[in-house]
């Protein structure tokens, strides 16, 4: 997040390519506070071999996020191959880095011809759905929500997988929450008012988004809502 917020206005002005741990390391190292720093770690080998060591439990989370951010100067292959050739010095290394699946699945060439341990999270079965909508609404009202909410996740389903993702799970059952009418929001699978990667998140960003339009009364289709949200991202970022 440190690095996203800080290089979103000055990638142009990164002279180096990132191509191992430490040079990631050393250009985070550029836009923290250095006082609570310990500051040997920023002599390379010093680095190194506290990663190599198992002293250090290193964790990069957004892998896919550095890469998309730094784009030609974030090199995939040499990253990683640093990474394994520091384990292979002591096979100590604790080194763990989270990205979407569409980022693995994309960089998979790479990813198999270098070997790296790649962990796929599941999502909500219907069990764990049910679980989750009772801890969150509790006994009272847990009857009142559930049937609803599972009556809106059979449009998101993963056909593949037979499972949901527990971010959805949440924005469902916050849509639910302020309003219990599950007419109030159509899950809506054919956009064609604008581009989009015709993905789950994709179809309920317009269904809540065409949802609020209904609610407020508001004068502007799903489209303008999308372009509004487009300019103030140019404009001002995430």
Same mark, same amino acid.
């Given at each position: ?13 990164? $002279?180096?390519?990132?191509? @191992? ?58 990253? %990683? +191959?640093?990474l ?15 990205? !979407? ?16 341990d ?10 764990n ?5 009772? +801890? !969150?609404?509790?006994?009272?009202v ?7 909410v ?9 056909? !593949? ?11 469902? $059952?916050? %849509? ?9 929001? +159509?899950?809506?699978? @054919? ?8 993905? %789950? ?5 317009? $269904?809540?988004?065409? !949802? ?6 508001? @004068?502007?289709?799903?489209? @303008? ?12 970022? $995430?």
């Amino acid at each position: 997040e440190i690095l996203k917020n800080a290089l979103k206005d000055s990638i142009d002005n990164i $002279s180096l390519t990132i191509d @191992s741990i430490f040079d990631l390391y050393n250009l985070y190292l550029k836009y923290i506070d250095t006082d609570v720093m310990n500051f040997e770690l920023n002599n390379k080998n010093i680095f190194n071999l506290s990663i190599l060591s198992g002293n250090i439990i290193l964790i990069i989370d957004g892998l896919d996020e550095i890469a998309g951010l730094l784009k030609e100067k974030f090199n995939l292959n040499n990253f %990683v +191959k640093s990474l394994v050739d520091l384990n292979k010095q002591l096979g100590e290394c604790r080194i763990i880095s989270t990205a !979407r699946d569409s980022y693995w699945n994309k960089e998979k060439d790479t990813i198999n011809q270098i070997y790296v341990d790649v962990k796929y999270l599941f999502g909500f079965d219907d069990e764990n759905v049910n679980k989750y909508l009772e +801890k !969150r609404f509790g006994k009272d009202v847990k009857e009142k929500y559930i049937q609803k909410v599972n009556i809106l996740l059979k449009d998101i389903i993963d056909k !593949r997988t037979k499972q949901y993702l527990p971010f959805y799970v949440n924005l469902i $059952s916050g %849509v639910i929450e302020t309003n219990d009418d599950i007419n109030s929001l +159509k899950i809506n699978h @054919s956009i064609k008012e604008y581009y989009h990667n015709e993905e %789950v998140l994709d179809f309920l960003i317009y $269904s809540i988004l065409n !949802r609020e339009i209904v609610r407020h009364s508001f @004068s502007i289709n799903v489209s @303008s809502f999308i372009e509004i949200f487009l300019e103030l991202v140019a404009n001002h970022g $995430s």
